[in-house]
DNA sequence: TATTGTTATACTCTATAACTATA
DNA sequence: TATAGTTATAGAGTATAACAATA
């Protein structure tokens, strides 16, 4: 790499910049960001503890401990589906559903306001760069609103063709 | 903001990333990002422990149980100035200094790497602008090599005399 | 009375090991 | 035996409230 000395540190506190501000949005919607991650990740389609375990980076039973919390309060619901006795299946509740749908707006509205000292442009080039960076570097799991990772691989910001 | 809807999730999902490299850094040096961003402060001098707690944005309960467990390791210890007995200054013991050094050298080394997808050119770009971002949006603490906020707030990387 | 820092308590998140029930 | 998920236990991080000692 041929970034500048302490670039990587300055990675470092814009990751907590924005986990902070995602954090506080998140606390204002009475939801913590693990659980806002879960219900992002069963928001569309009901998901085993051992997939969503495996998506969300964790061990079994910190999922276990992180589903009985949601569940407690009403956000996801366990079912048992039928081909497998062992097997659970999570999925959102409405009240779930409807607390992801509102977060999420809520996240698109105002956590790029972190970016509301660039210029018009440099807004415009750094979305594009972080979007490439999260579809080149593998971004982990399922916090963007398409479901699936997107991962359109075009990294020349510099040579965009719709801007 | 003229983001498009999805780019704050895709925010969140890079800050993610780069936390997630960051602690498995963290912890290949047996420390806590806690306890990195708490050494990180006190590595070029002692501070009391409001001040701490205001720079890293926690309640003084939590900051107690930070340096307890950090003084247990032998990476800080606990100071009382002469001129007011209520207060305690932080500093770094040898061996705490050591390993925020060797965790800066590394974290500057390794964490660019999430860059490697994008071109030369754009890495480029990309470091100018979250520079500018983290200038302007006022990243949180003294992650940086700097000791204090880097604020030259130059945002138009798109016109960036020294490349 | 205001301030410095601590202790007490509680909750979330996360990890490892041991366990149960099913396959 | 291997897999799905849970329970048990532990520790880090963070919050609020109550407290101590000093200013």
Redesign the interface.
């Known amino acids: ?20 501000r ?1 954090a506080q949005i998140c606390a204002e919607h009475d939801l913590t960001p693990a659980q806002a991650q879960l219900l992002c990740m069963i928001k569309d389609q009901p998901r085993g503890m051992t997939e969503l375990a495996q998506l969300m ?1 964790l061990a079994k039973p910190g999922l276990s401990g992180l589903v009985d919390r949601a569940e407690r309060r009403g956000l996801v619901c366990r079912n048992t589906p039928g081909y497998d006795r062992r097997a659970v299946t999570l999925s959102t509740t409405p009240l779930g559903k409807d607390a992801i749908e509102a977060l ?1 707006a809520d ?21 594009h ?13 399922h ?4 479901g699936e990772c997107g991962d359109r ?1 075009e ?4 040579a965009c063709g719709d801007c």
Do not use: C, K, Y
């Open positions: 790499m041929t970034a500048h000395h302490g670039f990587g540190a300055t990675l470092v506190g814009l990751a907590v910049l924005i986990q902070r995602h980076g999420f996240v698109s509205d105002r956590l790029p306001d972190i970016l509301e000292g660039l210029s018009a442009q440099d807004q415009h080039l750094f979305e760069l972080v979007n490439a960076v999260a579809a080149t570097a593998g971004v982990p799991l916090f963007g609103g398409r691989g990294s020349t910001a510099t």
